[in-house]
């Protein structure tokens, strides 16, 4: 019974920390994609360099949320 | 598709011998899902949909037995040293909870990484030679192929990133080589009856371990041991070394580790989400699930083959980055000013 109640947890936790790491890296990659598009229909000639250092930044973003994947997935197999 | 995957998954509702040697056994709808997820990991032997190609060899360390080497799983199970647990996993006879210390033996995502490295050798060695011959002669074949990736990762990854030329210069060839073997190692998922070897933690581990040493050897051999060490500090007054220090310290190994699980994560979600896609007819055992699942997988392997090539592009360029910001702004001043 203990055993099944720290798995339900473990279980829960991974899923609603997964889900909300999933939002905050949502609204981070979209901010970042909108001022990408907003920077580059302003300058035209720059969006090679804009969407380079773009695709960087959105690694970053998403390698914060993988991190999260990560501790949900070693929650999740306990 | 069925009874010739092995589920080394955690389930464990499959037994070993039942999915191992019949290829013919039905798999009920609950095992659909953990049978066809057993295909993302690695296996001891090749092959293509039904037909079994080759068995792998097993090889063995453990400190009681030392190294043994077996043709095949039967061959080891016959040796009477090791046997297969009931989750997959190779445990010793005289101890079914103990594992063997060191498992070397040769998977099938280490024939795909090897395959990959045989063809880069010898694309490489081949159009090499052809310069080596005579640089002018206009180029042809596979030479335009990789012409044009070596001039898009000089031009578009290193020089913008590394700020001392030289040191980009002569970084080159690990960058050019790093990209072409990942992007082979993704694209090789994508055919079928292939494993992507970057969806398994150790190759992408092994890779970012590479990323580890450039990145702070090449630090250590621009700007000196001494300007390494001070650049331990973050840029912060030395009185606060005691918080900056194990900072960057964490820090410098974040960068290795998060390559590391975004190569994986990255091959492994587009697998995992192809695969639920086809299970789902499977699953509910209808045929008009398919006209729904059918162009969506299609849509999926697609975005596949753009992941593959970003990916690649971004194990790169963020290793290509950290090590022109390891360097700094070194190449001229090397005197750390207040920044």
């Known amino acids: 019974m203990d055993q099944n109640l720290a798995k339900f947890a473990a279980y829960l936790a991974a899923g609603i920390g997964a889900g909300i790491s999933v939002i905050g890296a949502g609204l981070g990659i979209g901010k970042l994609a909108s001022s990408a598009l907003e920077a ?14 773009m695709i960087i930044a959105a690694a970053l973003i998403e390698g914060i949320a993988l991190f999260s994947c990560v501790i949900a997935m070693l929650l999740a197999i306990k | 598709m069925e009874g010739v995957l092995v589920n080394q998954g955690e389930s464990g509702n499959i037994h070993s011998e039942a999915t191992h040697n019949s290829h013919s056994s039905e798999i009920s709808p609950q095992q659909v899902f953990p049978t066809l997820l057993g295909t993302l990991g ?90 080596k011959k005579d640089p002018l ?16 990762v000089r ?24 990209f072409v073997f990942i992007l082979l190692m993704n694209l090789f998922g994508l055919i079928p009856g292939g494993h992507t070897a970057t969806g398994a933690l150790g190759t992408t581990a092994g890779l970012a371990l590479t990323a580890l040493f450039v990145i702070n050897g090449t630090a250590i051999r621009q700007i000196g041991f001494k300007n390494w060490l001070h650049h331990l ?90 090590t022109g910001l390891a360097i700094g702004e070194h190449g001229e001043h090397s005197e750390h000013s207040a920044h």
């Open chain 1, 40 to 53: 580059s229909a302003r300058q035209p000639e720059a969006s090679g360099d804009i969407r380079t250092t």
């Open chain 2, 42 to 131: 690695e296996h001891r032997e090749l092959t293509f949909f039904h037909y079994h190609i080759i068995d792998l060899p097993v090889i063995i360390y453990d400190k009681e037995y030392g190294f043994d080497i077996y043709s095949n799983i039967d061959k080891m199970k016959e040796g009477g040293k090791y046997t297969f647990s009931e989750t997959h996993k190779i445990v010793k006879v005289s101890n079914p909870n103990e594992t063997p210390t060191l498992d070397l033996s040769v998977t099938s995502l280490v024939c795909f990484q090897w395959l990959a490295m045989i063809i880069l050798l010898v694309a490489f060695f081949r159009v090499g030679r052809r310069y």
């Open chain 2, 137 to 152: 002669k206009p180029p042809k074949g596979l030479q335009n192929l990789l012409e044009t990736i070596f001039i898009f």
């Open chain 2, 155 to 178: 031009d578009d990854i290193v020089l913008p990133n590394i700020s001392d030329r030289k040191a980009a210069l002569r970084l080159l060839p690990y960058f050019v080589t790093l």
């Open chain 2, 233 to 322: 500090l973050g840029g912060a007054p030395w009185y606060l070394f005691f918080i900056m220090v194990p900072i960057e310290i964490i820090s410098m190994f974040t960068k290795p580790f998060a390559l590391t699980v975004r190569l994986f994560a990255n091959m492994t979600a587009g697998h995992v989400i192809l695969l639920s896609l086809v299970g789902l007819i499977f699953y509910l055992k209808t045929i008009v699930m398919a006209a729904v699942v059918v162009p969506f997988s299609i849509f999926m392997y697609a975005l596949e083959l753009l992941v593959a090539f970003l990916q690649a592009f971004i194990f790169t360029i963020l290793t290509a980055v950290f």
